[in-house]
């Protein structure tokens, strides 16, 4: 079994940043694949980031790309989404996700409460 638990969302204003933690309750977090997503209202969940089990091979979707980074940090059992640049349109919750590969990580069974992030005009 695996919890998780984000932080970091918040109000902020367009342009600004934010960084999201989500920290896992796996002794073995190493051996999980850790991704992002996002839900706006009134729409289906959708990818945001992801990264291996050792922090060398990241995913982006198109939308984040040059603006979020994730990183992860093993010894902490901590995944972050560091997010710059931020624009309306990523007014959304954001969820962290554990799984065994990037490819199934959206049918993962562990996912986080998820924490709100509202970026204003």
């Known amino acids: 079994q695996v919890q998780l638990a984000e932080s970091g969302g918040g109000l902020v204003q367009a342009g600004g940043s934010l960084m999201l933690s989500c920290v896992a309750s796996?002794?073995?977090?190493?051996?999980?694949?850790m991704g992002w997503f996002l839900q706006a209202p009134g729409k289906e969940r959708e990818f945001v980031s992801a990264?291996?089990?050792?922090?060398?091979?990241?995913y982006y979707a198109d939308s984040v790309k040059g603006r979020f980074t994730i990183s992860r940090d093993n010894a902490r059992n901590t995944v972050y989404l560091q997010m710059n640049t931020l624009k309306p349109e990523d007014t959304a919750v954001y969820y962290c996700?554990?799984?065994?590969?990037?490819?199934?990580?959206?049918?993962?069974?562990?996912w986080g409460q998820g924490t709100q992030v509202t970026v204003s005009s």
């Open positions: 990264i291996n089990w050792t922090g060398g091979i990241t």
């Open positions: 796996a002794r073995t977090f190493s051996s999980y694949v």
């Open positions: 996700a554990a799984g065994r590969s990037i490819a199934a990580l959206s049918e993962s069974h562990y």
